[in-house]
């Protein structure tokens, strides 16, 4: 279902599960050992999630669901997946690495939630996104409400979880459901610049901006403590140290 690559502090996972990478209870599994695996790599800075079937991600795999739509302790059953898809992506959210999901197709309800627990996205122009639960009369449980309301705002929310609405990977730059949008023939390329480029950043700065965003969104606690508290923890650091020295170095000359 996944192949996983590790190149120059950069791991890709590709999704790789025919012909739409359907999500089902042995993708959850499988997709939390890879973050088991990888949360704690040193090495690893970048995560680059990708697809190589024609669609990113197109959702529930259909014939699970019907299977668990037909038993009578459906209710309890959909309950507990919903619960396991959201203590996935949040997980996947929380990883101190900046995540980058490259959306070569449809990114569909749990494929599209998948996205948005990711930091970047970057799509094609030609991509389809969207949250059409609705149609099923359903809601898209796996996070999708609060994080597409998070980065979009409610009305662009509205607007796509409302009407169920799938629009362009174009159009989702516009919106700001996503931060690029490139022709699908470029767009490989372009999401492996991006990784590079992050790749090269401070690894430890990155993780605590990351970790200083996230409490942005949290109106409990102190953004400005959070900054404070991350810059003492980073000044110190060989890292920051070398690199401090380095820019001085080049520009007090």
């Known amino acids: 279902m996944f192949v996983l690559k ?4 950069i791991t890709t996972i590709t999704l790789s599960h025919p012909p739409v990478n359907a999500m089902s209870v042995e993708w959850v599994a499988d997709f939390n050992d890879i973050i088991s695996e990888i949360e704690n790599e040193p090495e690893c800075r970048v995560v680059l999630i990708r ?28 309950i507990a997946d919903t619960r396991d898809y959201q203590k996935l992506f949040a997980r996947l959210e929380k990883l101190p690495k900046i995540v980058i999901a490259e959306i ?17 996205r970057m799509a094609a122009d030609e991509a389809k996104l969207g949250l059409p639960e609705g149609r099923l009369g359903l809601v898209p449980g796996a996070g999708g409400t609060q994080r597409l309301t998070q980065i979009c705002g409610p009305s662009v929310a509205s607007r796509i979880i409302l009407t169920c609405e799938i ?75 070398q690199r401090v020295a380095d820019f001085l170095e080049q520009n007090l000359k």
């Open 6 to 9: 590790r190149q120059d502090s």
């Open 51 to 78: 697809s190589d079937q024609k669609v990113f991600c197109a959702g529930a795999d259909l014939k699970e669901f019907h299977e668990k739509f037909n038993r009578p302790d459906r209710s309890e059953v959909f």
């Open 104 to 120: 070569n197709g449809a990114a569909l309800g749990g494929g599209f939630e998948l996205a948005l627990s990711c930091d970047l």
């Open 167 to 241: 629009v362009s990977g174009q159009t989702a730059l516009e919106l700001g459901m996503v931060q690029y949008s490139v022709p699908r023939a470029e767009l490989q390329q372009e999401a492996q610049a991006l990784a590079e480029r992050i790749r090269d950043l401070s690894a430890g700065a990155l993780a605590e901006s990351k970790a200083c965003i996230a409490v942005a969104q949290n109106p409990t606690l102190d953004g400005f403590d959070a900054e404070v508290a991350a810059t003492e923890r980073l000044i110190e650091t060989d890292d920051t140290r």
